[in-house]
């Protein structure tokens, strides 16, 4: 009983709430599903919420607040659900602690994925990115922000990275001059277990690469480590 | 010659007042000049007109009273010029001065003095013989025979008995040369006075009205223009702050209408994140993969009319991105989905854009090839002044009179709104709109070795 995560899900609408808590439930998790921010404080207090699932447009007090508070008074780990698409919502919602977000209408799954995620790394010895809009990490003339989860160089030009290269990049970038081998980085980066052929990983390192590699076919930042893992070979500096 | 005046004819409002103020300056000064001329005529006359009257009179009575003209004593100016003949000096070639005939005729009687005739004319010096015994006069004639011609004579010649004439010829001054310079001079400076203060005023109405021009020319976006500030007279001030005014209003218009879309957007997105996660409840399982790919397509419709509607002000800021890492991602989402998508090498290129925005735009490009085309290719081609990102694809392509319909807005090719093809035609209009609003354009050709080549065109 202890083992299953306890997520708290506040979201004002009902017909999300009551069928997303059913699947999440269904899926391994404890969940406590309330209607408003109010609620959801009282809920914080009183149980030990291992992550929480938020709706950003809420009447009353709004998610974007909630998240603060969580952010102020803890570790909690946030997730945000937002109906718009906008830019600086998004950042705005990073900026305020959330550690992930997800655009409505989202596949349930590819929520889960995120939570698990989360879930590891927060595992993972107080591994877990907190603040992440104060973190950078300069490495190799690169500008990895957390905050804005963007990748610059050193002119300025923003590299756009998908959700997945990011998570892998930070991966890496946190842990640099160690060898990740690719189970360790498919469980970081998408909290699930490799099958036996599986080539997401080596997909996404190819991809990484030509995207921060001077010579994407002679990486010398991202390298290969024989007997399968990667590792950053780069000093990093954290800003 | 209508041209050329139509050339000259200045075309803003304080050239047009210059202009007219300096035509109303030069009638006004003409009537006034020729007002003056007559003025001084009339003075130079009772001037003149009065002493030789008066010699004449003196004349007339001493040739009646036997008297020699040349006197031992008096005046000596009063006997020059006095010829006693028998014929009138005045000849029928001389310019008449009925005027001071008259005058001479009227003093003449009110004196009591007899006369039979009076006449008078001007005559140019050369035409006036002077008696003899004037010796210093001669004498410097003859010295400036010029000045003695040009000069002007007055002659009055009075007739006392018939046939016996006295004539009085005396000078008659000459017209000041300065006289025209000075009046021309009064006019320009009057001229440069009037014309200051009118340039001065119309530039303090003007100025503000350009500025006011520039403001609503450079109208974009609510935000992005600025107050114009109210100065100049009170009728610019007026109009200025209604500008202002307006300019307000229509702040206030476009706040609402994205307020209202947002709005829209969460009302219509919460339902659909509803569906979505009950359709995972779903025991089949590829009903569910359609459901949700369902879902999927009305949330990119969605996300299209709000972008559209959105684009005037678009929240995302310009970044330097890189375009070959934001084509691949494209790419990748789209061979992530199974379909046939590729992107070509290319060195690194970097273009200032909205990456949202420019993402959204080559998706949508990128979905039309893979939809109607079966298949699409990504590369990049250096074109002048930026870059050219090229989708082609290799399906049947569009008629060539039907491509500049296919950016309207909901435009398909198909006549039937069918689903089966997917897609609402917003896609396209949204891709064009997204690439003016960088600055730059999008095109649509049929490729000579078959199928269709969209090109998007960025400013570098």
Same mark, same amino acid.
């Given at each position: 009983?202890?083992?299953?995560?306890?997520?708290?899900?506040?979201?004002?609408?009902?017909?999300?709430?009551?069928?997303?808590?059913?699947?999440?439930?269904?899926?391994?998790?404890?969940? !406590? &599903?309330?209607?408003?921010?109010?609620? *959801?404080?009282?809920?914080?207090?009183?149980? *030990?919420?291992?992550?929480?699932?938020?709706?950003?447009?809420?009447?009353?007090?709004?998610?974007?607040?909630?998240?603060?508070?969580?952010?102020?008074?803890?570790?909690?780990?946030?997730?945000?659900?937002?109906?718009?698409?906008?830019?600086?919502?998004?950042?705005?919602?990073?900026?305020?602690?959330?550690?992930?977000?997800?655009?409505?209408?989202?596949?349930?799954?590819?929520?889960?994925?995120?939570?698990?995620?989360?879930?590891?790394?927060?595992?993972?010895?107080?591994?877990?990115?907190?603040?992440?809009?104060?973190?950078?990490?300069?490495?190799?003339?690169?500008?990895?922000?957390?905050?804005?989860?963007?990748?610059?160089?050193?002119?300025?030009?923003?590299?756009?990275? /998908?959700?997945?290269?990011?998570?892998?990049?930070?991966?890496?970038?946190?842990?640099?001059?160690?060898?990740?081998?690719?189970?360790?980085?498919?469980?970081?980066?998408?909290?699930?277990?490799?099958?036996?052929?599986?080539?997401?990983?080596?997909?996404?390192?190819?991809?990484?690469?030509?995207?921060?590699?001077?010579?994407?076919?002679?990486?010398?930042?991202?390298?290969?480590?024989?007997?399968?893992?990667?590792?950053?070979?780069?000093?990093?500096?954290?800003? | 010659?209508?041209?050329?005046?139509?050339?000259?004819?200045?075309?803003?409002?304080?050239?047009?007042?210059?202009?007219?103020?300096?035509?109303?300056?030069?009638?006004?000064?003409?009537?006034?000049?020729?007002?003056?001329?007559?003025?001084?005529?009339?003075?130079?006359?009772?001037?003149?007109? &009065?002493?030789?009257?008066?010699?004449?009179?003196?004349?007339?009575?001493?040739?009646?009273?036997? !008297?020699?003209?040349?006197?031992?004593?008096?005046?000596?100016?009063?006997?020059?010029?006095?010829?006693?003949?028998?014929?009138?000096?005045?000849?029928?070639?001389?310019?008449?001065?009925?005027?001071?005939?008259?005058?001479?005729?009227?003093?003449?009687?009110?004196?009591?003095?007899?006369?039979?005739?009076?006449?008078?004319?001007?005559?140019?010096?050369?035409?006036?013989?002077?008696?003899?015994?004037?010796?210093?006069?001669?004498?410097?004639?003859?010295?400036?025979?010029?000045?003695?011609?040009?000069?002007?004579?007055?002659?009055?010649?009075?007739?006392?008995?018939?046939?016996?004439?006295?004539?009085?010829?005396? $000078?008659?001054?000459?017209?000041?040369?300065?006289?025209?310079?000075?009046?021309?001079?009064?006019?320009?400076?009057?001229?440069?006075?009037?014309?200051?203060?009118?340039?001065?005023?119309?530039? $303090?109405?003007?100025?503000?009205?350009?500025?006011?021009?520039?403001?609503?020319?450079?109208?974009? /976006?609510?935000?992005?223009?600025?107050?114009?500030?109210?100065?100049?007279?009170?009728?610019?001030?007026?109009?200025?702050? *209604?500008?202002?005014?307006?300019?307000?209003?229509?702040?206030?218009?476009?706040?609402?209408?994205?307020?209202?879309?947002?709005?829209?957007?969460?009302?219509?997105?919460?339902?659909?994140?509803?569906?979505?996660?009950?359709?995972?409840?779903?025991?089949?399982?590829?009903?569910?993969?359609?459901?949700?790919?369902?879902?999927?397509?009305?949330?990119?419709?969605?996300?299209?009319?709000?972008?559209?509607?959105?684009?005037?002000?678009?929240?995302?800021?310009?970044?330097?991105?890189?375009?070959?890492?934001?084509?691949?991602?494209?790419?990748?989402?789209?061979?992530?989905?199974?379909?046939?998508?590729?992107?070509?090498?290319?060195?690194?290129? !970097?273009?200032?854009?909205?990456? !949202?925005?420019?993402?959204?735009?080559?998706?949508?490009?990128?979905?039309?090839?893979?939809?109607?085309?079966?298949?699409?290719?990504? /590369?990049? *081609?250096?074109?002048?002044?930026?870059?050219?990102?090229?989708?082609?694809?290799?399906?049947?392509?569009?008629?060539?009179?039907?491509?500049?319909?296919?950016?309207?807005?909901?435009?398909?090719?198909?006549?039937?709104?069918?689903?089966?093809?997917?897609?609402?035609?917003?896609?396209?209009?949204?891709?064009?709109?997204?690439?003016?609003?960088?600055?730059?354009?999008?095109?649509?050709?049929?490729?000579?070795?078959?199928?269709?080549?969209?090109?998007?065109?960025?400013?570098?």
């Amino acid at each position: 009983m202890s083992d299953r995560p306890h997520l708290l899900l506040v979201d004002d609408e009902r017909s999300i709430r009551e069928p997303l808590a059913a699947y999440l439930q269904k899926n391994g998790f404890r969940v !406590t &599903a309330v209607g408003d921010a109010a609620t *959801a404080r009282l809920r914080l207090a009183g149980y *030990a919420i291992d992550l929480v699932v938020l709706d950003i447009m809420m009447p009353g007090e709004d998610g974007l607040s909630l998240c603060r508070h969580i952010r102020e008074s803890g570790e909690i780990p946030v997730i945000l659900l937002t109906a718009r698409s906008e830019e600086t919502d998004r950042i705005v919602g990073l900026e305020m602690g959330a550690d992930d977000y997800v655009l409505k209408p989202f596949s349930p799954r590819e929520l889960i994925a995120r939570i698990k995620v989360i879930l590891r790394r927060a595992g993972n010895g107080g591994a877990r990115l907190r603040a992440p809009e104060s973190e950078s990490y300069a490495f190799a003339g690169w500008v990895l922000k957390a905050g804005e989860r963007t990748l610059v160089d050193s002119d300025g030009v923003s590299v756009p990275l /998908s959700t997945g290269e990011y998570n892998l990049l930070l991966a890496l970038v946190s842990r640099p001059n160690q060898v990740l081998s690719r189970d360790q980085l498919l469980d970081i980066t998408q909290g699930r277990e490799a099958n036996p052929f599986d080539r997401a990983i080596d997909n996404q390192i190819s991809r990484l690469r030509r995207k921060v590699e001077p010579d994407h076919r002679n990486p010398n930042l991202i390298k290969t480590v024989w007997g399968g893992g990667y590792t950053l070979a780069a000093d990093v500096t954290r800003m | 010659m209508v041209k050329l005046l139509e050339r000259l004819w200045p075309k803003n409002m304080s050239g047009q007042i210059a202009l007219l103020v300096g035509i109303a300056l030069l009638v006004a000064q003409g009537i006034n000049f020729g007002l003056l001329v007559r003025a001084r005529d009339r003075q130079e006359l009772i001037q003149v007109a &009065a002493p030789a009257i008066a010699r004449l009179a003196d004349a007339i009575e001493r040739d009646a009273a036997g !008297t020699p003209m040349i006197r031992e004593r008096g005046p000596w100016l009063l006997r020059r010029g006095v010829v006693v003949e028998g014929k009138s000096r005045v000849t029928g070639d001389m310019p008449r001065r009925e005027d001071i005939a008259e005058r001479a005729r009227v003093a003449l009687h009110d004196l009591r003095v007899p006369v039979l005739r009076v006449e008078a004319a001007q005559a140019a010096g050369s035409a006036v013989r002077l008696p003899g015994h004037d010796r210093i006069a001669q004498l410097r004639d003859t010295i400036d025979p010029e000045r003695r011609n040009n000069r002007p004579y007055l002659i009055v010649a009075a007739e006392v008995s018939p046939g016996r004439w006295v004539n009085l010829i005396t $000078r008659l001054p000459s017209r000041d040369p300065r006289f025209l310079g000075w009046l021309f001079l009064q006019t320009m400076i009057l001229y440069f006075v009037v014309l200051a203060a009118v340039l001065w005023s119309v530039r $303090r109405v003007a100025r503000p009205l350009r500025e006011l021009t520039g403001a609503v020319e450079g109208f974009r /976006s609510a935000e992005s223009s600025t107050l114009v500030p109210e100065s100049g007279p009170s009728d610019v001030r007026r109009l200025v702050a *209604a500008y202002n005014g307006m300019r307000t209003r229509i702040a206030g218009l476009l706040d609402e209408k994205d307020r209202m879309l947002g709005a829209i957007g969460h009302d219509l997105r919460t339902p659909l994140a509803s569906l979505r996660v009950r359709a995972e409840g779903m025991e089949d399982e590829a009903e569910r993969d359609r459901m949700a790919a369902t879902i999927e397509e009305m949330n990119r419709t969605l996300d299209d009319i709000l972008s559209l509607a959105r684009l005037g002000r678009p929240s995302e800021p310009e970044t330097r991105v890189d375009l070959s890492a934001l084509l691949d991602q494209v790419v990748d989402d789209f061979q992530a989905l199974g379909n046939t998508v590729s992107l070509a090498d290319m060195p690194r290129t !970097t273009v200032t854009i909205r990456p !949202t925005l420019i993402t959204r735009a080559v998706r949508n490009l990128v979905d039309n090839a893979v939809k109607y085309g079966g298949s699409a290719e990504v /590369s990049v *081609a250096k074109a002048e002044k930026g870059v050219a990102v090229l989708i082609d694809d290799n399906g049947p392509g569009i008629p060539e009179d039907k491509i500049e319909a296919m950016f309207e807005p909901f435009a398909r090719l198909e006549q039937s709104r069918s689903r089966e093809t997917g897609g609402t035609g917003l896609g396209l209009a949204l891709a064009k709109a997204i690439a003016l609003q960088h600055g730059g354009r999008l095109t649509l050709a049929n490729r000579p070795e078959g199928g269709l080549r969209a090109t998007l065109w960025l400013p570098g």
